[in-house]
């Protein structure tokens, strides 16, 4: 599935095991997710974002967070001076659902505006 439709989709619930994504599938998505890399633990996505400033930084994460509380699905970030780390994953079903890529597919198309 290209990013950008990835992009236009919602999030919709996903508990239980069996919305868990497995690791063929979890490969074909990153490889179309420029930048993203699957965590050490393998149940979360990953991707460290550059910004000139802490203000700009600022910007992502409300941007990140509005849109996060839009699709009821909430990433990990970590931040400071001039960037932030993104982290998804779905605790519901205990690895990576489809959401998480839909939701990291959102975070590129907000920084390509």
């Known amino acids: 599935m290209h990013i950008d439709d990835l ?3 919602h999030c919709t619930p996903r508990r239980g095991s069996e919305h868990a994504l497995d690791a063929a599938t979890v ?3 990153l490889a179309g997710m420029p930048g993203w890399s699957l965590a050490n633990d393998g149940k979360a996505i990953v991707k460290d974002f550059r910004f000139d400033d802490f203000h700009r930084t ?3 994460i409300n941007a990140v967070g509005f849109m996060a509380n839009q699709e009821d699905h909430h990433p990990d970030l970590e931040a400071g001076y001039g960037h932030c780390k993104v982290l998804w994953s779905t605790h519901d079903v205990g690895g990576l659902s489809l959401n998480d890529f839909i939701c990291a597919a959102r975070v590129e198309a907000l920084l390509a505006r």
Do not use: I, N, R, V
Request: net charge neutral.
């Open 7 to 9: 992009a236009q989709q």
């Open 58 to 60: 600022l910007g992502f």
């Open 27 to 29: 490969a074909g998505l």
